[in-house]
């Protein structure tokens, strides 16, 4: 009975029998057999059976059955095995039954050896320990995660369960060992206990996500996309956009939310100017959310106090404040752990596990900005108090009164931000959800295993539309109420004030795939049967719809591999396709007829919004025992970096907030991103290709101090990590390859900034600031993207040093573009980025975009990109004088600077970004004033030279005075 009862996927508590279990037909071509007549009878049988609800809902069924509250809930992957075992690794579970006990016990407690009863449950990426068959807030959980190759000794891959030896040979048991966690288990035969440790074994490596062993790049998480599973993705460029974004999504959230960042502001707004958007406050939206029931998690990285100063005590306390459901973690605890050098530097949100937000921003003070980079805002308009933000003067040293300005908003620019965000629908956001709980989890059981007053994380529970539905309309129709009542009950149970005493661990979703056993997709996905959804879309928005339909239907690969050819070989295939269908090629102007979505971004936004498109999707990581508690370490993002560099054809362009990496035999840097660049520039060299490697870094560290204080030693230690990289020694690219391709070395790479300028008040000073770069995206042959949290650095690479997570996105739809002035299939996803990006950075207009559609053709790179760079660099030199610039090259020099500027200024910024009343000029041998508003005009958006020559004759690195000098290198790389 129990094998027909697992062949349909029903919710168990409550049910109408008509829904309890799939309609069982004889085989197409086949007479009525008694077979089938007998199967047929069996299914009447269990229908009577199940729909008499005081029988069902017994413990003595659940237990004969083999059944939990959590068997039949899709979203958590199939059924695969449960049934009470025994653990003694839990604290004490009151129950009121003990049948182990014998009546002695009253007295001696003879039979006390701390092993007590529990439900296991076994899904495909985790195992959950129940009091019971009817709690479905799991005592505990152990979630799958890449296992080591083998167990040091020779042994071969490690299992994640195996049987063990008891003395007492009436014992039966096995271990489960996974990540940085063993747990001892006891069934009641050895019969059993080899049934458990294979299903286990068998769970943890079964396709497609196969948890316990690595994926591509030595990821935890598949490739997702390579069906129309509904992988999805959309860019979005500066924080106006993200922010919009993400308010939005949070708004629609009705289950639950999961935060993590490196610093979280509870005043932020989400949407400017702030005055009129007083309830897009962080906090005010969190409230509204947390009072309608919704569960939020928050996880924040605990920062060293004497080393940083944002202050996430003072963040958790408002926090926690605003409602019970609002639950915040704080992690790691640096004593306890030993871990004082590194950080938790991902930033992510994750909304009812169906849409998530990953990529550089944090939700803090200072990301909000747009594509116009503003230095300015008086009165505060835009930027209230402290988000008027400036690192390079000044870091607040308290968070009290947030609403209070840090700088004179009429002697002080702002710093600009330029970031990179993203967002994902489908089976990556589950799997950012996953990798998520993971963390979480992690950071309960050492921040308080036992302790009552800390909050217990719960599952959510989503109620979703059984597969088989989708057979018959009518029965659809029906129980589309019953799943209506369901949620209803839910969510007010949900709503309930939740007891500090409680702590459910969270469960983490199954991402959708396909079903490998039958070749089908899985009815927990995007779509059921006969094309029915699953379940009714909780955020079904879409930030910014294309017009543009895709070219050619999505064409499945046979594999995920990491081999560019292939990828190539698919690009032909769907060309193919659009020729041989007669499909009319979208026009080239798609770019232009992006139109907004409902619940949209204002309509200047246009050009930082990306369409959204389904793609092919990787989540990437870097974490290990410290910061994911994993049982190996994790570099995925480091290794995607290095494949994808040296597999490119014909560009690279990115973006990142920090460049220090290491070329072959570099015994100090580890990573290898600037070896593989190096690599793939030599290879272009030597076969006469057209190849092009564009970098854009923030111009300087983002960090308080003049570059010739006392107390910057921190900006000139990275600084010269950065130039160790660039330009300076035998470490560098630069200096390798000039060398060898001399004067040609940037017909293939070269390095750039930005900078922005303005007025501070209506008749006020004249600033600029530099624009600081703080994206981590990299786009290759304008058809893959690789963006995250994780900067190009040991420290966001390594996997052993800071957490990080990010996604490769490699796109399906396509749109005819060019690429060294021949036809090519551009993916609709990384070109519409690098569109916005460059479009962006020189000031190009929406009918202008034509002029950058090639980025390798010389008209593009050295007549447009090169060119505004060389000329807006000169002209910021020449209106400010500003710093850094390639004509200071000692700290004698840069007082120098410092001192006559000041002096005939009388005030300045720390970098020289105030600009005289009158530029003087020289005009038939008189000297002519000038308004340098008038010469700033001839500025072209952002982009200007990286200066490869700033204090070239320095040293930079710490000395044995400054305190720096103690710390470790590996602080700055």
């Not at 490739?223 to 974004?245: C, I, K, N, Y």
């Not at 990306?610 to 092919?616: K, L």
């Not at 076969?687 to 006392?710: A, M, S």
């Amino acid at each position: 009975m129990r094998e027909v009862l697992e062949t349909g996927d029903f919710l168990f508590r409550d049910v109408p029998s008509s829904a309890a279990l799939p309609m069982i037909r004889p085989a197409l071509g086949r007479q009525n057999s008694i077979s089938d007549r007998a199967k047929t009878a069996m299914q009447g049988y269990l229908n009577h059976f199940l729909g008499n609800l005081d029988i069902v809902n017994s413990r003595e069924v659940c237990k004969f059955m083999g059944v939990s509250k959590l068997s039949f809930c899709p979203e958590y992957g199939s059924k695969l095995k449960e049934e009470y075992v025994l653990v003694k690794h839990l604290a004490n579970i009151p129950n009121e039954e003990n049948d182990r006990k014998c009546s002695t016990c009253l007295w001696f407690n003879c039979c006390n050896d701390n092993w007590q009863k529990v439900w296991a449950v076994l899904k495909p990426g985790f195992i959950a320990l129940l009091k019971d068959p009817y709690d479905a807030e799991p005592l505990d959980i152990i979630v799958f995660d890449v296992l080591p190759p083998s167990d040091g000794n020779g042994e071969g891959r490690v299992f994640l369960a195996k049987e063990t030896n008891e003395h007492n040979p009436l014992r039966h048991s096995f271990l489960v060992s996974c990540g940085s966690r063993s747990i001892t288990i006891r069934s009641r035969n050895k019969t059993k206990v080899r049934d458990w440790v294979a299903a286990i074994n068998d769970a943890g490596l079964r396709p497609p996500e196969g948890w316990c062993y690595p994926h591509r790049f030595g990821s935890f998480a598949p490739p997702r996309g390579l069906t129309d599973d509904g992988s999805q993705a959309q860019w979005f460029v500066d924080g106006r956009a993200a922010f919009e974004a993400i308010a939005l999504a949070i708004e629609g959230a009705k289950s639950e939310i999961f935060m993590c960042g490196w610093w979280l502001c509870p005043e932020l707004y989400l949407r400017r100017p702030f005055q009129a958007h007083a309830s897009s406050r962080l906090d005010s939206l969190l409230e509204a959310k947390a009072k309608q029931g919704v569960q939020i998690y928050i996880l924040m990285y605990k920062e060293l106090a004497l080393a940083l100063k944002i202050n996430s005590v003072y963040s958790k306390k408002k926090l926690v404040a605003i409602h019970e459901n609002v639950r915040v973690l704080r992690f790691p605890d640096h004593f306890s752990s030993g871990v004082y050098l590194w950080s938790h530097h991902e930033k992510l949100v994750i909304v009812d596990n169906d849409v998530c937000f990953i990529g550089g921003l944090d939700l803090c003070f200072g990301r909000y900005d747009s594509c116009e980079h503003k230095v300015g805002d008086d009165p505060a308009t835009f930027w209230p108090g402290k988000d008027y933000y400036n690192p390079r003067e000044s870091e607040p040293n308290s968070w009290e009164d947030t609403m209070k300005d840090e700088l004179d908003r009429k002697l002080y620019p702002r710093m600009p931000w330029h970031d990179v965000h993203c967002a994902l629908w489908g089976p990556p956001c589950r799997d950012v959800a996953r990798h998520f709980v993971q963390r979480w989890n992690y950071a309960k059981r050492n921040k308080a295993p036992n302790e009552q007053a800390f909050p217990l994380l719960m599952p959510q529970q989503h109620m979703v539309i059984p597969h088989y539905m989708g057979n018959n309309r009518e029965l659809e129709a029906e129980n589309l109420t019953v799943l209506d009542t369901h949620q209803v009950i839910n969510r007010e149970n949900s709503s309930s004030s939740v007891s500090s005493e409680d702590i459910p661990l969270l469960i983490p979703q199954e991402a959708d795939g396909l079903d490998v056993s039958n070749g089908q997709l899985k009815m927990n996905g995007s779509n059921g049967l006969h094309g029915q959804p699953s379940r009714p879309s909780r955020v079904s928005f879409s930030f910014m719809k294309p017009k543009v339909e895709p070219l050619a239907p999505d064409m499945p690969m046979r594999g995920f591999v990491d081999e560019r050819h292939v990828l190539n070989r698919e690009r032909e295939l769907v060309s193919d396709v659009v020729t041989r269908s007669g499909m009319k090629a979208s026009d080239k102007e798609w770019w232009e007829t992006q139109e907004r979505g409902n619940l949209v971004v204002s309509a200047d936004e246009s050009g930082q919004v990306g369409p959204r498109v389904g793609c092919r999707c990787q989540v990437l990581r870097s974490v290990s025992q410290w910061s994911a508690g994993t049982s190996q370490v994790e570099e995925s993002i480091h290794k995607a970096y290095c494949s994808l560099i040296e597999k490119a054809e014909h560009f690279v362009y990115i973006e990142n907030q920090f460049f220090i990496s290491g070329l072959s035999g570099d015994e100090i840097i580890r990573n290898r991103v600037l070896e593989s660049l190096h690599r793939r520039i030599m290879r272009a060299y030597h076969e006469k290709q057209h190849f092009r490697v564009i970098i854009v870094l923030p111009v300087l560290p983002g960090f308080q101090g003049g570059l010739d204080d006392v107390g910057a030693a921190s900006v000139r230690a990275i600084m010269h990590w950065q130039y160790r990289t660039i330009s300076r020694g035998n470490s560098s690219i630069l200096h390798n390859l000039s060398d060898l391709l001399g004067p040609k070395v940037h017909d293939y790479i070269s390095f750039y900034g930005l900078r922005s300028y303005g007025r501070l008040s209506d008749d006020g000073l004249v600033a600029s600031s530099p624009v600081y770069v703080h994206s981590k995206v990299m786009i290759v042959d304008d058809n893959t993207v690789l963006v995250g949290s994780a900067n190009i650095n040991d420290r966001s690479l390594l996997g052993l040093r800071d957490s990080e997570i990010g996604v490769l996105i490699e796109d399906k739809e396509v749109v005819e573009s060019s690429m060294g002035g021949s036809p090519w299939k551009a993916g609709k996803f990384a070109l519409s980025l690098r569109l916005s990006l460059w479009s962006e950075h020189l000031g190009l207009q929406s009918t202008e975009i034509k002029k950058i559609a090639d980025p390798i053709i010389d008209s593009t790179y050295k007549d447009i990109w090169m060119a505004t760079a060389k000329t807006n660099t000169a002209i910021y030199l020449d209106v400010f004088s500003c710093i850094p610039n390639d004509l200071i090259h000692s700290r004698a020099s840069l007082r120098q600077c410092v001192s006559e500027r000041k002096g005939k200024l009388g005030h300045t910024t720390i970098d020289l970004g105030i600009a005289p009343k009158n530029l003087e000029s020289y005009e038939d041998g008189n000297v002519k004033g000038i308004d340098p508003m008038d010469r700033l005009a001839a500025v072209k958006g952002h982009l200007v030279s990286f200066p490869t020559e700033f204090m070239l004759k320095e040293d930079l690195r710490p000395m044995f005075k400054e305190s720096e000098y103690y710390a470790s290198p590996q602080v700055f790389h």
